[in-house]
């Protein structure tokens, strides 16, 4: 096996993706498929993550398969892994990368705004990881785990004012950092992914003049395409990164450092 290969494949292994219907997930759906796993995907739009596993498995010659699953839905999810698990044979990796945004002033939000986009990012993240590990932990399995978080974990952006989403990014980085030290002695390793300004269906919506500011506040004057986290979700989730563990990769085209 070249170097390249030992380093980044993903050879053997199934991988687990929620939020993969579009956007990022998507994208880097289609990397790891490319660099040999398997995939399954969780996505509320299950049509449209069915299609998206289908694509992928063409594509590339690899496994697809998707469920339309709610990540605020314990029961739910864990009644996917087990599925999933039976059709796949086994699961390996996990992805765990569904997540929304809201953009309101804090005066104008209502609470059940404010608890929507906390159950999608914050407690969406959390049962997906813990059913997850509690898969893992189960059958004596080692694996690893990458959250989506954002650069908003770190800043706070401007000019839209969005407190929920930032909070809930903020404690994603946190608590991925508790499930690293929880779950070292099982072998489970467990990092996130900070992006900056990505243009996806998630932020195709915002005013232009808003789009061409952050441009302006980002150093190297453009936003993202998800296509460029995939390396690092690659990474984080190979032997490549074995002493990789709760650690939060910004990628954000040098945003958070000026
Ligand atoms: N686009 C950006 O600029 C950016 C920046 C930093 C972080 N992020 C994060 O990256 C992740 C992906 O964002 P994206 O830009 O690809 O967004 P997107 O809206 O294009 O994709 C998000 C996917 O998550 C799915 N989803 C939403 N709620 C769900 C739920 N309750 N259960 C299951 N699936 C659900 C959606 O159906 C969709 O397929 C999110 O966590 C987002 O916060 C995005």
């Excluded at 969406?124 to 690893?144: C, D, H, M, P, T």
């Excluded at 506040?217 to 990164?241: C, F, H, N, Q, W």
Aim: charged share 25%; proline share 3%; hydrophobic share 45%.
């Amino acid at each position: 096996m070249d170097m390249l290969k030992k380093l980044f494949s993903l050879e053997g292994k199934v991988v687990l993706i929620t939020g993969g219907a579009q956007g990022i997930g998507k994208a880097v759906a289609e990397h790891i498929a490319a660099v040999g796993a398997d995939l399954v995907i969780f996505d509320k739009q299950g049509e449209k993550a069915q299609a998206a596993a289908k694509a992928i498995s063409k594509e590339y010659q690899r496994k697809a398969i998707a469920f339309e699953v709610d990540v605020t839905k314990p029961e739910e999810i864990a009644a996917a892994i087990e599925k999933a698990d039976a059709e796949m044979g086994k699961l390996d990796l996990l992805f765990n990368n569904a997540g929304i945004v809201l953009q309101k002033p804090v005066v104008d939000l209502e609470p059940n705004e404010w608890l929507k986009v906390i159950d999608v990012n914050l407690n969406g993240i959390f049962f997906v990881a813990q059913a997850f590990g509690r898969y893992l932990i189960s059958r004596n399995k080692e694996g690893a785990i990458v959250n989506t978080a954002s650069m908003s974990g770190t800043i706070v952006n401007y000019p839209q004012r969005q407190a929920s989403y930032n909070t809930s990014k903020a404690a994603v980085v946190q608590l991925t950092k508790s499930l690293a030290v929880e779950w070292a002695d099982k072998g489970i390793r467990v990092n996130c992914i900070s992006p900056g300004y990505i243009f996806t269906e998630l932020t195709s919506f915002v005013r232009e003049d808003w789009q061409d500011l952050w441009k302006e506040l980002t150093p190297t004057k453009r936003m993202g395409k998800p296509e460029e986290l995939a390396g690092a979700v690659i990474y984080l989730l190979s032997d490549s990164a074995s002493f990789a563990t709760g650690t939060d990769l910004i990628i954000d085209g040098g945003f958070t450092i000026v």
